[in-house]
Nanobody, 113 residues
C-alpha cells in the first residue's frame, strides 16, 4: 500500500487548501481512510476520517472548516481545508486506518497570521 499526499503549502490565515492523497495497493472506497497531522512539539492527532459507508469524523478543532472526501473512480482521498488558522500549521498525513494501518509521507501546511 502506498499513500502519496500532496497539496500542502503556505497560505495566509483565512485561506484554503485542498490536500490530495493518491492511493495504490488498496481501494479507498472499501476501507476507512483518514488524515492526521503533527505540529512541532505535538503528538500526531486525527483530523478527519471517512469510512467505507461515508461515515465521517472530525476533530473538534476543524469541524465546520475541513471536509474529508474521496473519489472512488480515481482512488484519491481529499481534505478540503477552509478558514485556515495559524494553529492548523502542521505536517498532514494520509492514513489507511481500516485493517492494517499504513501511513503516507506527510505534506507540510503552513498558515501565516
Amino acid at each position: 500500500v502506498q499513500l502519496q499526499a500532496s497539496g500542502g503549502g503556505l497560505v495566509q490565515a483565512g485561506g484554503s487548501l485542498r490536500l490530495s492523497c493518491t492511493v495504490s495497493g488498496t481501494i479507498v472506497s472499501i476501507t476507512t481512510m483518514g488524515w492526521y497531522r503533527q505540529a512541532p512539539g505535538n503528538e500526531r492527532e486525527l483530523v478527519a476520517r471517512i469510512s467505507s459507508g461515508y461515515t465521517t469524523f472530525y476533530a473538534d478543532s476543524v469541524k465546520g472548516r475541513f471536509t474529508i472526501s474521496r473519489d472512488n473512480a480515481k482512488n484519491i482521498l481529499y481534505l478540503q481545508m477552509n478558514s485556515l488558522r495559524p494553529e492548523d500549521t502542521a505536517v498532514y498525513y494520509c492514513v489507511k486506518i481500516g485493517g492494517t494501518t499504513y501511513w503516507g509521507r506527510g505534506t507540510q501546511v503552513t498558515v501565516s497570521s
